[in-house]
């Protein structure tokens, strides 16, 4: 009852009493619903969880502007522990991009090709005015005039929801991908390369890399990364961490994904 309507507890289903909520959780809650009816083949669970969903997808209508992306969007929007999170307003183009993986999900679920054509033009729409070269911004801000511009923030965690939500894929943005690839990665930081571009964290930048090189077969280049984001964590204290560092939790359930991948 302390969230508003439609919106799901950022733990569901627990409450959160502060009445705070993460509209991304509640986005990622519809894509993993979409993994579990592809492993399991639960119909009548995705069938049962319909109304709650579009009562989200109606939520979420309220924060579309003219082009179809969430704007000004409300409650505490988690892209990820990094500089990421300082650049959630006015437009956020991770969140966005979830928001077109979000309908996508939604599409497959419940057959409804209204919700795939408006995907794919959000998609279009975020590959048209979220580019500045050859890397995706963060985030657009409001000016005096009304009209929105480009902040001109570039985080690497950005690129890779670009790929997981296939807002890009290899074979469209081969550039980037490749550089993604063999120039980003756990020492890139330390080499200096692309400085301009704001590093990313364990959670969920890490994952989202890791994901995608496993999605495209980069085996090697998995294996390589997993040790040199976790194989110090491993030696410090036998966990993996939430952070790239050991000041928050140093026992993260969310990195038993980890093993997922050896596997």
């Known amino acids: 009852p ?20 993460i509209p991304n959780w509640a986005m990622w809650y519809v894509l993993e619903l979409k993994e579990y009816l592809a492993r399991t083949g639960d119909r009548a669970f995705v069938n049962g969880a ?54 996508e999900a939604l599409a497959y679920l ?21 580019m500045i070269g050859d890397f995706f911004c963060d985030n657009a801000k409001k000016g005096e005039d009304g009209t929105y511009s480009l902040s001109g923030e570039l985080t690497e965690t950005c690129q890779y929801y670009a790929f997981f939500c296939n807002i890009a894929t290899p074979e469209s943005h081969p550039w980037l ?39 495209y077969g980069c085996h090697e280049a998995l294996y390589e990364n997993i040790k040199g984001y976790f194989l110090y964590m491993a030696d410090k204290t036998g966990t993996l961490w939430e952070l790239t560092a050991d000041q928050a939790s140093c026992n993260h359930g969310f990195a038993s994904h980890v093993v997922y991948w050896m596997d």
């Open 2 to 21: 302390r969230v508003p309507d439609g919106m799901l507890p950022m733990c569901y289903p627990a409450d959160h009493t502060d009445g705070n909520f």
């Open 177 to 215: 991908w490749e550089t993604l690839v063999k120039d980003f990665g756990p020492d890139r930081v330390q080499k200096g390369v692309y400085p301009e571009i704001w590093p990313a964290n364990a959670f969920i930048g890490n994952y989202l890399r890791l994901d995608l090189l496993d999605r």
């Open 50 to 103: 319909k109304e709650k969903i579009y009562a989200l997808l109606d939520y979420f209508k309220g924060f579309e502007n003219e082009r179809g992306l969430l704007c000004h969007l409300k409650g505490w929007i988690f892209v990820e522990w990094s500089r990421c999170n300082s650049l959630t307003q006015d437009i956020n183009y991770p969140t966005n991009m979830l928001y077109c993986a979000f309908k």
């Open 110 to 130: 419940y057959g409804d090709d209204a919700l795939s054509a408006q995907a794919a033009k959000l998609k279009e729409v975020i590959r048209a005015e979220a």
